[in-house]
């Protein structure tokens, strides 16, 4: 729903469902804002137009996307997304309908299974549920990858040895999977998935598993994998927190098709779909529930307003800019400043007297010039 403001100014109400919605400033950043460790143009992967259907179910539909190499990418939806049905095509165990698949500019659509092996062993993969040998030790799971792909013994004692050193296990090389926690034996399946050296690691659902603290161990051992090797990763998951913490790039799937993408920072400043919104809704400031409830369209009491603004290596002043340059003429009513990437990310809300125009203009007015993305969220009654 559009709204035309008695300011003379055109703004989008954000009621979450609205697909008009769109920020004023979105898309004026275009830099990840993360250092990407290996900063090559390169594509280790690439789809282009990727269709795949299972009856009438349409589990992806024309999804083109590219991960470069020493980047991070995210792919984010909500379950039933299409987000398994893309890993198992990007893994060759599901052709797809219509469209390419090329990892490192090579085709792997239409292979021989021969072929194929080839190409699977470029992408290493960390499963949600780490799928490690019960009956085999953390040494021979990690060994396993170099065995098939035809080290000789001692080469594989050594790569298993620097493997385990990488991951932090050298003292848990003996032990069988059923004595380690769920964040060893991710670990586990992070050193195996590397063994053969591949050119991509393909994570799927990789901390859903674990609890907090150890999300955040292996998240933190991902980036540092991603930052001393130089790998590239494409991380599926359905929590934007995880993206948050690691990612350079995220993409967003909803039934089947990417419905938006960028760099992290930038898609939380200016989330674009409803549903990106929604995904965010637990990471970003709220409005406070009794107040939403009340909002109405119609003109009266308040007006409240949302900002979201981001700034290139600030600590996200601008709340106090705005008090400063701007005594008295808003209240603020809540707010928060995250810090992604190199970009402080600051939303808040704030009100103004509904029948006073002027200093409502004069508010939007010093908003608009420094570049925030400002929307009317709607009207409270003045007497609560
Ligand atoms: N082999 C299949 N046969 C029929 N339908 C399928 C098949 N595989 C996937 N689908 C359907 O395709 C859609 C996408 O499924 P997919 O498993 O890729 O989603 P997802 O995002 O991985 O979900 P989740 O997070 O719950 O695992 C769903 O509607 C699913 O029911």
Redesign the pocket.
């Known amino acids: 729903m559009t709204i035309l403001s008695e300011t003379g100014v055109q703004f989008t109400a954000t009621p979450s469902d609205n697909h008009d919605a769109r920020p004023v400033n979105a898309g004026l950043f275009t830099d990840t804002g993360r250092d990407v460790a290996h900063t090559g143009t390169e594509n280790v992967v690439r789809l282009h137009r990727v269709s795949r259907q299972?009856?009438t179910?349409q589990?992806?539909k024309e999804v083109s996307l590219t991960v470069r190499r020493g980047e991070i990418l995210g792919i984010i939806?909500?379950?039933?997304?299409?987000?398994?049905?893309?890993?198992?095509c990007l893994n060759g165990l599901e052709q797809p309908d219509e469209g390419v698949i090329e990892i490192e500019g090579r085709p792997i659509t239409g292979l021989s299974e021969k072929a194929l092996q080839a190409v699977r062993s470029r992408v290493g993969m960390v499963f949600q549920h780490f799928n490690l040998l019960s009956a085999k030790t953390v040494e021979q799971n990690v060994a396993l990858p170099l065995k098939i792909a035809g080290y000789d013994k001692a080469r594989r004692q050594a790569r298993v040895a620097e493997l385990l050193a990488l991951v932090g296990l050298e003292d848990k090389a003996k032990n069988y999977p059923a004595a380690l926690s769920g964040g060893q034996k991710q670990r586990v399946g992070i050193a195996r998935a590397l063994a053969a050296n591949p050119a991509l690691l393909l994570c799927d659902?990789a901390t859903s598993a674990l609890d907090p603290e150890t999300t955040r161990s292996i998240l933190a051992l991902l980036q540092s994998l991603n930052q001393k090797l130089g790998i590239t990763i494409l991380l599926?998951t359905?929590e934007m927190e995880v993206i948050k913490k690691i990612a350079h790039r995220v993409a967003v799937?909803n039934v089947?098709e990417i419905i938006e993408e960028g760099p992290v920072w930038q898609v939380f400043a200016h989330p674009q779909s409803p549903l990106t919104r929604t995904l965010l809704q637990g990471l970003l400031p709220q409005l406070p529930e009794a107040l939403a409830e009340r909002l109405s369209p119609v003109r009266q009491g308040e007006a409240i307003y949302s900002v979201q603004y981001a700034e290139q290596g600030r600590q996200g002043e601008i709340l106090t800019q705005m008090a400063t340059a701007l005594p008295g003429k808003f209240r603020l009513i809540q707010g928060g400043v995250d810090h992604i990437q190199h970009y402080a990310v600051v939303r808040f809300f704030f009100s103004v007297p509904a029948n006073d125009s002027a200093s409502e203009q004069v508010v939007l007015d010093w908003l608009q010039q420094h570049q925030a993305t400002v929307e009317l969220t709607g009207y409270v009654s003045g007497n609560d």
């Open positions: 299972f009856g179910t589990a992806l939806g909500r379950s039933g997304a299409g987000k398994s049905t893309l890993i198992r659902e599926i359905h799937i089947g």
